[in-house]
């Protein structure tokens, strides 16, 4: 009977240490998968961000649209009040003119040439607020534009990890080790993506701040 003992005993510690040897091959072969869930949560909190200032981006694009649109209406509002000006300056020199010819008309032209100088003097003044008007149109645009471009950053950011996070869950479910470090690859270019886009964000911001003391010199050296 102790010798059955034994035997069972035996037989059970090598079990035992059967499955231990198991357990360590397969930790050994598939202990990459506990990393799989970090990564997976590291991707998924790039991808929220990118998503957030994707989104944040877009609309102040809309904004910057809007305004250029707004700027772009009175410009042309403006240039319209011009030609209307200009209507008048042209009527009141040809009846200056006309006058002219006339024996005793010389007060009643005097006094359409002066009305033709304001004229003029105004179309002047005009032409100064309506170029305003398009110049701020024109930096909307521009700043909208690089909205837009670093949206598409932010944007293909958010595909390349979301990318990423279904390889890395494929990964898990097949334990194919080589889909998950390509996973990793994809999702790595996506948050190189994330930091592109920071970046672009410092140099537009100096980009608009330059553009304004620029305006005021070429606005300086014409003379307008």
């Known amino acids: 009977m102790p010798e059955e003992t034994e035997v069972e005993t035996q037989d059970l510690q090598d079990e035992v240490d059967e499955i231990r040897k198991e357990q360590r091959e397969e930790k050994a072969e598939y202990g990459w998968v506990r990393w799989v869930s970090l990564s997976t949560a590291l991707l998924a909190v790039v991808a929220a961000v990118a998503a957030l200032h994707s989104g944040q981006l877009i609309n102040e694009a809309l904004l910057a649209k809007n305004e250029a649109v707004l700027s772009q209406a009175q410009a042309s509002d403006q240039w319209a009040y011009y030609q209307a000006k200009g209507i008048k300056y042209n009527t009141s020199r040809q009846s200056a003119d006309l006058l002219a010819l006339v024996p005793g008309g010389a007060a009643r032209a005097a006094k359409w040439k002066a009305d033709a100088a304001k004229y003029r003097k ?20 521009r700043e909208a534009a690089r909205l837009v471009s670093r949206h598409e950053l932010f944007a293909i950011c958010v595909t390349f990890t979301q990318i990423a996070i279904a390889l890395a869950a494929i990964a898990a479910l097949t334990r194919r080790r080589s889909v998950w470090l390509f996973g990793l690859v994809i999702g790595a270019i996506g948050m190189a993506l994330l930091v592109v886009g920071y970046l672009r964000g410092g140099i537009d911001k100096r980009a608009a701040r330059r553009e304004p003391a620029a305006a005021a010199q070429a606005h300086t050296s014409t003379g307008d």
């Not at 105004?122 to 909307?140: F, H, L």
Request: net charge positive; charged share 35%.
């Open 122 to 141: 105004q179309q002047a003044s005009i032409t100064g607020v309506a170029k305003r008007y398009e110049s701020e149109r024109d930096r909307a645009n």
